[in-house]
């Protein structure tokens, strides 16, 4: 389903809204939240919202826990660093446990090894099943999400839930979800505007089934809600 707002920040506050209400609903539930944050730059917006007073009052914080989509291989004091990123704009400004956030990064450690360490802890965190309550994705403009790039073996990766690789068009290892986890959740919402958008958003929405070229069509939950949250300017030319 897509949702198109006329402006950006109506396009955050119905994502912010989504965001508490289904923290709301799991911790009364299940007694705890869990989400996956996105990085690039689409979600600060919605991000400093949640730290806002408006929102940040209203959730239990410390039933909630975050891990990430996918995460540029590079510290977490680094410009490009999605975890830093996040922490700027929201997790420094509310009161979640440390324990309960699982940046995708560590020293000394190589990229394909954390992988399977990420792995472990989403285990112990959701059991077998892997369900999150809500994943939160952005879309590139050439149709990537996360960091399934186009044309990258990890799009057909089946079984492992987190996978790391070297991504040679940006001359550095990423690692990220893979579809097969990312499609277990519950909720999963796209945040993506701007016209640079419109061209992939047209092919992944109404073009035909060609997930190596759109990764994001790959994003089909196997029992949960996927959810575009678009302005009119990424909308397009969009029937
Ligand atoms: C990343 C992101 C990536 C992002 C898209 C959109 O590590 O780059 O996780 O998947 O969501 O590239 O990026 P923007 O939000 O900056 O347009």
């Known amino acids: 389903m897509i949702q198109i707002f006329k402006s950006l920040e109506e396009l955050n506050e119905n994502a912010a809204t989504i965001f508490l209400t289904a923290a709301q609903k799991a911790i009364e539930e299940k007694g ?3 989400a996956v944050l996105t990085g690039g730059s689409s979600p600060a917006g919605l991000y400093k919202l949640l730290a806002s007073e408006t929102y940040k009052s209203k959730i239990d914080w410390s039933k909630v826990y975050i891990f990430w989509g996918d995460e540029r291989w590079v510290p977490l004091d680094n410009e ?13 400004h509310v009161p979640i446990p440390k324990n309960n956030i699982f940046p995708m990064y560590r020293d000394g450690i190589s990229a394909t090894d954390f992988a399977v360490e990420y792995e472990k802890s989403i285990r112990n965190i959701l059991g077998d099943e892997g369900q999150f309550d809500l994943i939160l994705l952005g879309m590139g403009d050439d149709g990537h999400t996360a960091s399934l790039f186009p044309g990258e073996a990890v799009l057909h990766e089946k079984t492992k ?3 790391a690789y070297w991504l040679a068009p940006q001359n550095m290892h990423r690692i990220t979800l893979t579809a097969p986890l990312i499609n277990k959740a519950a909720k999963i919402i796209v945040i993506a505007f701007g016209e640079k958008k419109a061209p992939a958003l047209k092919e992944v929405a109404e073009g035909d089934y060609n997930p190596e070229k759109y990764p994001m069509q790959l994003i089909k939950p196997v029992s949960g809600q996927l959810l575009f949250l678009v302005d009119t300017k990424a909308a397009g030319t969009m029937s």
């Open 32 to 34: 705890r939240f869990t």
């Open 80 to 92: 490009l660093s999605n975890a830093k990123m996040s922490f700027e704009t929201f997790l420094s």
């Open 161 to 163: 839930w987190v996978d």
